[in-house]
């Protein structure tokens, strides 16, 4: 905030406070404190902005401010104010990441308040003895002698509520206070871990021990134990510290309802969990759950950086190359990398997990920055399934087929044996092009710059979300009956693997077949149970799961992560090949892996097949090396967009061309995006390139380069997607 010392008013010290606002406002606001106690950093207040009130938190008490008629900040009434650590964290994020000073906050409180805080349940112990002691009265009477909720006791007792409520009219059952946080008994039921394990374990539980920030690279094939590791030390952490709290970040997908109970069985308490689809009520609960410190495990994605933590102890981010930790949307943020300032914040331990890890934690553990933790192999020694390319160039596949023969031969012989097997394609829907066999034309998205997907009688942009009816004539040529279906979805493989073998029995595993937690639950329990032959899925089947009669695993489509001009392609599509091949064979049975690709000499997939990690990476780093990309760079995309075609070219060129120079930093561009067009607006990209920090840079050029009002300039630090 820029001072404006003229119209400096002084007021007595520690009256005004700053406040971060959870909105996107471009700076932080100041208020007159009116609470009858002193302020302090991480109080939560409420505040006039603009004609509504809403939440805010304050970030720092000043002697002054620039600006006059502050309005007042009311303290929120029976809120214990936020972590000073938290307040500092929400700072750092958003100077890091460019975003609106308010964006950490709006990730813990959408709504712009602090929800109200749950009512504890109530709970009942014995009262005056009833005058009528039926004996379901007298169970419950007997039952209360622990006290507990109506329902609890209900339970317990195996009566009717009705009887436990006639029982509370009659005073003979009475609320009563408990402390429940007194009460954190832990039942833990952990594997022994095995050398190697115990190791990595140590090492970990001895900085959670000495309170200090450290990160650490736990790099084993999937199924070594990380989990089992991570387990460990979070039980360790609950036994010693009488109220440290641990976050286990992981992908949305992978957050399954198989995960939840794997840790309810390991621990005998339920995580508190916190994703994008809990319901209000959850989140409400999640969040005072951990402000007031009875969370003690917090499992989430990556928005859990924002709960409100008391003593946070440690930090696991858990496949931590996935990409879904990139937010690509309004706060653009790593999941992964903010995960590790956040530990860094509270001075404990982040342990990053992977079996494939990023190379930017890779060349950290490299250059000793992050200490490496290796389980060298699979638990129960079983074997990683090889890998064969098949090569599409000369094994040639029949027009609007994508089966190749090999592919066929593998699947046989699967349902010979009585096998399952997974056929990978990472795109749902029927094909990712629609044309008209007449004229050619091709069915757009009207507002992106993309075609259009087709899904069963309906036509979608996958951008913008755009749904419509499949056109009857081509809107060009006017034609009936001329469409015809370009490129392979995961609905387009059903017709074609039912084709060839007629009898089996199928599942889809995409985001249109399954979208709840029941439906996940079904979809596992159907291929644990051999109620399935062949799995369709994108990479919703890539992760997690463990299937022991799954042998096979065939990907459709290898070269389909390389198409775009991301440096991180190749990275991508290895981590996520690798984790597919981990599908096959995870249990006594052999597996086998095949993937289809036009480029098999490619070094990717030549060391995919030879599972030779090193010599990939190795490969990998020297190019990006060469061309000073991540992690040898830095990195800031700005993209330029608005509604008018020229007025966006023009601002873009404006912006390039103000550019301040500075050794070390260079500016490329501008160049239309490669989604040119999206959500109607038309789109000019920049890409910001150095070896030092560039967020400065980046603040000080938009700062002093004017943008017209209808121009909107999104700034991404560390970009992770290139369209
Ligand atoms: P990762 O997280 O590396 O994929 P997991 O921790 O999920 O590996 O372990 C894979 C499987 O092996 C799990 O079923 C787990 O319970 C089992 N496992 C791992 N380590 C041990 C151990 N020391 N003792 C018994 N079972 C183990
Ligand atoms: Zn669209």
């Not at 195996?158 to 006639?166: A, D, E, L, P, Y």
């Not at 496949?319 to 001075?347: C, I, N, T």
């Not at 084709?499 to 089996?504: A, G, L, Y």
């Not at 390389?562 to 981590?575: I, P």
């Amino acid at each position: 905030m820029k001072s404006v010392s003229h119209k400096q008013q002084t007021v007595a010290e520690g009256s005004i406070v700053r406040v971060m606002v959870p909105r996107a406002l471009p700076s932080m606001l100041d208020y007159r404190w009116c609470g009858s106690e002193p302020p302090q950093v991480g109080a939560l207040v409420s505040i006039p902005v603009g004609r509504q009130g809403c939440h805010g938190m304050v970030v720092e008490v000043l002697e002054t401010s620039p600006f006059q008629n502050l309005k007042n900040a009311e303290p929120l009434a029976g809120v214990p104010a936020l972590a000073a650590i938290t307040a500092a964290f929400y700072r750092w994020v958003a100077r890091y990441t460019l975003s609106a000073p308010g964006d950490p906050l709006r990730a813990a409180l959408p709504k712009a308040q602090v929800p109200p805080e749950p009512a504890k349940p109530v709970v009942y112990g014995v009262g005056q003895l009833p005058e009528k002691l039926t004996t379901q009265r007298q169970a419950v009477f007997e039952a209360a002698a622990v006290p507990a909720t109506a329902s609890d006791l209900a339970k317990r007792a195996g009566v009717s509520s009705c009887v436990v409520k006639r029982l509370v009219e009659s005073g003979s059952l009475v609320p009563v206070e408990v402390d429940d946080r007194a009460e954190f008994v832990l039942d833990t039921h952990l594997a022994v871990l095995t050398e190697d394990q115990q190791h990595a374990a140590d090492a970990i539980q001895k900085s959670v021990r000495n309170a200090s920030f450290k990160p650490f690279l736990l790099d084993g094939v999937t199924g070594s134990g990380k989990t089992e590791v991570y387990f460990h030390v979070i039980a360790d952490l609950l036994q010693g510290e009488v109220d440290g709290q641990a976050l286990v970040m992981v992908p949305e997908i992978a957050l399954t309802p198989q995960w939840l109970q794997r840790f309810e069985e390991q621990f005998g308490f339920k995580p508190v969990v916190w994703h994008a689809n809990i319901t209000d009520v959850q989140r409400q609960r999640a969040w005072w759950q951990v402000h007031c410190g009875e969370a003690r495990v917090v499992v989430g994605a990556r928005s859990a950086l924002f709960l409100p933590f008391r003593n946070l102890k440690l930090v696991v981010v858990d496949e931590e190359h996935d990409p879904s930790y990139k937010q690509d949307e309004v706060f653009r943020y790593h999941g992964r990398d903010m995960g590790v300032a956040l530990a860094q914040h509270w001075q404990c331990p982040a342990v990053l997990a992977s079996a494939t890890p990023s190379l930017e934690t890779w060349q950290n553990a490299q250059q000793r920055k992050y200490q490496r933790l290796e389980l060298k192999k699979r638990h129960g020694n079983n074997m990683m399934p090889p890998i064969h390319l098949v090569d599409l160039k000369a094994e040639k596949l029949e027009k609007n087929k994508f089966l190749s023969d090999s592919v066929q031969q593998e699947i046989k012989a699967a349902l010979e044996r009585q096998e399952q097997s997974l056929i990978f394609l990472n795109r749902r829907g029927n094909a990712p092009l629609l044309l008209c066999t007449a004229c050619g034309y091709r069915r757009d998205c009207p507002s992106c710059d993309a075609t259009l997907t087709v899904h069963g009688d309906k036509l979608q942009c996958h951008h913008c979300g755009l749904t419509e009816p499949w056109p009857d004539t081509c809107p060009s040529c006017h034609e009936a009956d001329t469409w015809r279906m370009y490129g392979p979805g995961t609905r387009r493989l059903v017709h074609e693997v039912q084709e060839v073998f007629p009898d089996v029995r199928l599942a889809i595993a995409d985001s249109d077949a399954v979208h709840t937690p029941a439906q996940q639950r079904e979809l596992v329990r159907q291929i644990q149970e051999q109620q399935v032959d062949i799995v369709i899925g994108t990479q919703m089947m890539a992760k997690g799961h463990h299937f022991p009669n799954l042998t096979l695993a065939a990907v459709i489509d290898g070269d389909m992560g390389l198409a775009h001009g991301d440096v991180r392609a190749a990275e991508k599509t290895f981590q996520l090949l690798t984790q597919v091949a981990g599908r096959a064979g995870r249990g006594e049975k052999a597996g086998k892996v095949l993937v289809q690709t036009y480029q098999p000499e490619q070094p990717l997939f030549q060391h995919l097949k030879d599972y030779n990690r090193l010599a990939f990476y190795e490969h990998e780093l020297a190019l990006r090396q060469e061309w000073h990309d991540p992690p040898f760079g830095r990195q800031i995309a700005l993209v330029v967009d608005g509604l008018d075609e020229k007025l966006v070219k023009k601002s873009a060129e404006v912006l390039a061309q103000k550019a301040p120079e500075t050794k070390g930093i260079i500016v490329l561009g501008p160049a239309p995006a490669p989604l040119a067009k999206l959500r109607d607006r038309y789109r000019y990209r920049l890409l910001v390139k150095g070896v030092v920090p560039l967020q400065k840079y980046v603040k000080s050029w938009l700062e002093n380069t004017p943008i017209p009002q209808k121009i909107r300039v999104v700034v991404d630090v560390d970009p992770h997607s290139y369209f």
